[in-house]
């Protein structure tokens, strides 16, 4: 079979079997697998191989270094105080629980990305809601959704947007001038959806009332130690830095401090974290390049110049649409590097790249398998004996995704528009 036939196949292939995870395999494997087998039958040059996962390293990087300190914040009790102070916050309403804990999970994706939310918020979360016995899943979709919705509010936010600009990120007074309005407007809608969707379970009161829950002193050093990381990342997003390397010395630094003043062993947080989604995302690095290598890219580019010759905004939502479309068919990994690759190939700049950012932070909230966030959220409530169906997910997805694309992509027009009239 022709290497341009044969090579993206084992791509396409591996894609769906890492969305799929037949006999719960986990996807680290069927990608792994893949970018193997093209190596083994030198349909990638093992040269191209280690360029592509030389090409990720701030990815990772950034990638151990917010894991880490998710992990630290967990083990001591950082996210089980945050719930404990939503429930307790609520006053037995059960709507005013739920904007807490959207609230709450803002402000972690913002700040600690998409993955804290989905991964470790989420089982505090849960563990909460279960004392005040109410019904858990408006809280728990709420976890899930905001990962995605608040996800392009710091290049910080989601590893996906350092994926898309893997070859050069903006300056954050860009990147607060392009998403500031869109990523507001996407958190304000779907919250506003959600209410409207869960409407009658968040009529309800809260009956069981809920012990606080006190933050220890190490708690407290933890909370101080991600102030100061945040500052150092806003520091050198602003100087229009890598932000890996940042990340990773001051997860570091911070976890070396704790484990000293709780005399734990800071070997153990290691193994907490998911090396697995690490050796993903670098399999995936050499696969797009792989599709790279033989031309495949030319079809996303024609249809980014494409979109470029229509009318601003609606090349914009055109754009954004069949981005985050395409991202429950791929996961927003692989398409974020093949977006990432498409726009530097075609040169493509402003508007149309806002679009193609917000569709691929913003898309995965139609379904299950838009992003690795939705994924490992999915697995943790799995891991409680709780199971949300891809009819289930996608029957509030459907509704919450394209409204909250529409207004946010509007926003970005809007705001193009305004800069461009100044």
Known sequence: MPSHILLPLIVGVSIVLMLLRPRGIPEVYWIGGGALLLILLQLVPLRLAGKAVAEGSDVYLFLIGMML??????????????????????????????????????????????????????????????????????HLFACALIANAASFVLPISNPANLVVFHQGMPPLSRWLLSFGVPSILSIV?????????????????????????????????????????????????ALNKDLGLPTCLAAL???????????????????????????????????VDAVESIGALKFTQAALQWAQRLAPALGAFV?????????????????????????????????????????????????????????????????????????GFLKVGAIAMPIALFVSVGGAVLMHMLFKAF
């Open 319 to 391: 754009t954004s649409v069949a981005v985050g479309i395409a991202n429950n068919l791929l996961n927003n990994l692989p398409l974020g590097l093949i977006a990432g690759g498409t726009l530097q190939a075609a040169h493509v700049k402003g508007l149309i790249a806002n679009a193609v950012m917000i569709g691929v932070d913003l898309g995965p909230n139609l379904s299950v398998t838009g992003s690795l966030a939705t994924i490992l959220w999915l697995i943790a409530l799995r891991r409680e004996k709780l199971d949300v169906s891809f009819w």
């Open 69 to 138: 300190l998710s992990e630290l914040a967990r083990e001591h009790g950082v996210f089980d105080w945050l719930s404990s102070v939503a429930v307790r916050g609520a006053n037995g309403s059960t709507a005013r629980l739920f904007t807490l804990i959207y609230g709450i999970g803002t402000l972690v994706t913002i700040f600690m990305s998409n993955d804290a939310t989905a991964v470790v918020l989420t089982p505090a979360i849960l563990n909460a809601v279960r004392k005040a016995k109410v019904r858990p899943l408006p």
């Open 253 to 287: 630094a911070i976890t070396a401090a704790v484990s000293i003043k709780a005399r734990s062993n800071p070997l153990a947080l290691a193994k907490e974290i998911s090396w697995g989604t690490i050796a993903l995302v670098a399999g995936l690095f050499i696969m």
């Open 189 to 237: 809608a779907t919250y506003a959806v959600m209410r409207m969707v869960f409407k009658k379970d968040l009529a309800a009161q809260i009956e069981e009332t809920v012990g606080a829950r006190p933050l220890t002193g190490n708690g407290k050093m933890v909370l101080i130690g991600l102030g100061v990381v945040t500052a150092v990342l806003l520091t050198a997003s």
